[in-house]
């Protein structure tokens, strides 16, 4: 009888049962289908074709304006930026604009200015709506009942193209614009616009007209309702022949693959991008590479084209349907072994009690949401991670049972205040109550949840049983479906929400607001997401979400390198002042925060949570001490211009984030400007803090050059010669681990193995 009474529903990865309307059973936990009382409730995205409204919502992505705002804002694609508005549909080719800022340094801009404007001339068009998205291109359809323009825009590609089911198509131009005469082949109109060239490809037996003073009339023959129109990189003749020669390859749909390979800790990704010939037979396109896809790239090397100035740097052209890079994978594991008595034991015995203290307390400092709240459960793993290693097993099991009660209380469902509900109309899980407008706007679902995910990862090191999926890990599932799902053109969730494949990096906007697109601050924090993903499918043998969370992990990582430290210096102008940006948006680059424009918390939000998956910020110690370096200055600068708010940090604020960044160049300088009772940054402890520079004082710096045959290891180098070899065991069963520099060992289930 009970089970007649339970309401079975299928969402993403099962089948779950719900023992009321209001309330989905997912083992012991459980989530709301409805908030409680008063509580806000996600968007509603309505600006769809009923196709694309069978789908989850396609929020946090680089065109989420488009599915929000009647009036959307601009989208970023890079090079080229569009908007879908009153008077039609714009396309422009951005310039760089250098911005003063009241800190005193600049942000780079590039803004959209002077764009064509494409309209029907046969009937008035309608508001935007998404008709189609695949992984970096999309279709917006500006239709009238029957009668529409349809607009193609890819990541990367300078061409945009349109379908238009009747009538001619309207070109206005900006003023002082020139037409290019090209008697070669009358299909193509050549403008030149403010010192840039732009082109529309019209179909065969197009007729371009004059229309006043501002404007072009395409004339397309009965049955050729189509057209694509380019922004080029020179005024080349050759380069307009290319452009010419893939004008008419449309692309229909774009995929991205990912492969990691345990054998040489590596990740191949392939772009495919399928085309139809409009005219011709040629299905190849266009495309255009940003630096990481490039950048050391061999097997594009020799086929790279013309490049444009963009905001991420020289976007360079490839004529190819498919193109692949390989990017190696920064292993780590979950915690380091012991601190001997010899190199800082000591030490740690001054700061821990205190945080075992206050263990409780500092799970709770911030606030009452799922962010700040993911932050202390993954304080207290970290804290439990030294304790541990240390041989206190008695505080180890207190720390882990604080852990499991508070998780607990979260995915039970029942707590009057917290709890996760899943919204159906939207296809999203949220956690209550909101933090950073989570739910009202769809923010930062990824840097909440992988506080979580990692959280109850590490238990599942210890518990595995209790994070059975039958008891409180099958809620973590719905968590990485929730910002990472696999799965297109679901209903109960979005392609990969926060990723963007092309980017290679996570947006952290839900509705993409604001005149320059959508943005990201805490890369660092993004990073810490997919690194709970890796381990929560090593730890339960689930080898698809494990290779999804490497390929997330390293492909974020790989565009931290250009796009926020452009360590290869292929991005930033002469003209930007700093080493580093804080805040990467579709169209600009700042060096400040949300909530503060103080140095030390807009270098530091892209470094923190610091933990054993942070490694990765090692790869360059030249640019670690670079970057380092330069918050002197910029604390005196700052300090010039009087700014103190009623609510100022100390002045050492967030000293255990730099102290642990410094120790990924030189741990004794690390230790030595390290306060053990000043700042701490709340989702970190003065233990965890101090075993990390002890840690790395004692292996050395992370060795780079050697990778091992699984997933979870880590490898150091001291100075004189002396390595650490690190590596989890997280399956049942032992395992042979094989280092590429010829060391091996094998590790025991559920042990760290270490060979010195």
Not at 141 to 170: C, E, I, Q
Not at 204 to 231: C, I, M, N, R
Request: with cysteine; net charge neutral; proline share 6%.
């Amino acid at each position: 009888m009970k089970l007649l009474q339970q309401l079975c529903v299928v969402l993403a990865a099962g089948v779950v049962c719900a023992a009321s309307a209001q309330t989905v059973k997912v083992g012991e936990a459980s989530y709301l289908l409805a908030p409680k009382s008063g509580e806000r409730v996600p968007p509603e995205a309505p600006f769809r074709t009923p196709d694309m409204l069978k789908t989850a919502a396609q929020t946090n992505q680089w065109y989420s304006t488009l599915i929000f705002d009647a009036t959307p804002e601009v989208i970023f694609a890079q090079p080229l930026t569009v908007k879908a508005a009153a008077n039609g549909f714009e396309v422009a080719l951005p310039s760089k604009e250098v911005v003063p800022t009241v800190r005193r340094d600049v942000e780079i801009h590039y803004p959209h200015r002077d764009p064509l404007v494409f309209t029907p001339t046969a009937f008035a068009h309608g508001p935007a709506k998404l008709a189609k998205a695949s992984d970096w291109s999309i279709d917006i359809a500006m239709a009238t009942g029957a009668d529409s323009l349809v607009a193609t825009v890819s990541h990367g590609s300078p061409y945009v193209y349109f379908r238009l089911n009747r009538g001619d198509v309207r070109v206005q131009v900006p003023a002082s614009t020139t037409r290019v005469e090209n008697a070669a082949d009358p299909r193509l109109l050549v403008l030149n616009v403010k010192g840039k060239r732009h082109v529309v490809f019209g179909p065969q037996g197009v007729q371009w007209e004059v229309q006043g003073a501002d404007a072009f009339v395409g004339k397309l023959p009965s049955g050729k309702g189509y057209f694509s129109t380019a922004a080029l990189p020179d005024s080349k003749p050759e380069t307009l022949a290319q452009f010419a020669a893939h004008a008419y390859a449309f692309i229909q749909d774009t995929k991205v693959d990912w492969r990691y390979n345990p054998a040489n800790s590596e990740v191949e990704t392939t772009f495919k991008a399928s085309a139809q010939a409009m005219e011709g037979s040629s299905t190849v396109p266009l495309l255009g590479l940003y630096p990481h896809h490039w950048h050391q790239n061999p097997l594009v090397a020799n086929q790279l084209g013309t490049g444009f100035d963009t905001v991420r740097g020289n976007i360079r052209t490839l004529a190819a349907a498919e193109f692949k890079m390989t990017q190696r994978y920064v292993g780590w594991v979950p915690f380091w072994p012991a601190v001997a008595p010899q190199t800082g034991a000591p030490e740690l015995k001054d700061v821990l009690p205190s945080d075992l203290r206050n263990a409780r307390r500092m799970m709770l400092r911030e606030g009452n949401g799922p962010y700040w709240q993911g932050k202390g459960l993954l304080r207290t793993i970290k804290l439990m991670d030294v304790v541990e290693q240390q041989g206190d097993l008695k505080e180890r099991d207190r720390l882990l049972e604080l852990v499991k009660e508070r998780i607990e209380q979260w995915f039970s469902g029942k707590d009057s205040k917290t709890y996760f509900q899943y919204d159906e109309k939207l296809g999203t899980m949220v956690g209550h109550p909101e933090e950073y407008f989570s739910i009202e706007q769809m923010n930062d679902h990824h840097f909440h949840y992988g506080y979580w995910i990692r959280a109850v990862a590490e238990v599942a090191l210890r518990d595995p049983a209790w994070a059975a999926k039958d008891r409180w890990g099958g809620m973590v599932d719905k968590l990485i479906a929730d910002i990472a799902h696999a799965k297109r053109g679901d209903k109960a969730f979005p392609f990969l929400r926060n990723f963007d494949p092309y980017e290679g990096h996570s947006w952290a906007s839900g509705i993409g607001l604001g005149e320059y697109g959508n943005n990201q601050e805490s890369s660092s924090e993004a990073v810490n997401a997919w690194a709970g993903m890796i381990l929560w499918g090593e730890v339960t043998g689930d080898t698809a979400t494990r290779d999804l969370g490497i390929y997330l992990y390293t492909s974020e990582v790989q565009a931290i390198d250009h796009y926020w430290f452009d360590v290869h210096r292929l991005v930033f102008p002469p003209e930007y002042k700093n080493v580093e940006t804080s805040m990467v948006f579709g169209g600009k680059y700042a060096h400040n925060t949300w909530w503060t424009d103080e140095p030390r918390q807009i270098k530091g939000i892209n470094l923190l949570p610091i933990t054993t998956s942070s490694l990765y910020l090692g790869r360059y110690p030249a640019y670690v001490q670079k970057n380092l370096d330069a918050l002197v200055p910029e604390m005196a600068l700052y300090a010039e211009f009087g700014k103190k708010p009623s609510n100022a940090p100390p002045s050492d604020v967030w000293q255990d984030v730099f102290a642990k960044y410094q120790a990924l160049a030189d741990p004794k300088k690390a230790l030595t400007s390290w306060d053990r009772w000043g700042s701490v940054e709340l989702g970190d402890s003065r233990t965890h803090a101090l075993h990390w520079m002890l840690s790395l004082q004692s292996m050395g710096l992370p060795d780079f050059s050697v990778t091992a045959n699984t997933p979870l290891y880590s490898v150091f180098k001291r100075p004189d010669g002396g390595t650490t070899h690190l590596a989890y065991n997280a399956s049942n069963a032992p395992i042979e681990v094989k280092f590429s520099d010829g060391k091996s060992m094998t590790v025991m289930p559920r042990t760290l193995g270490t060979l010195r």
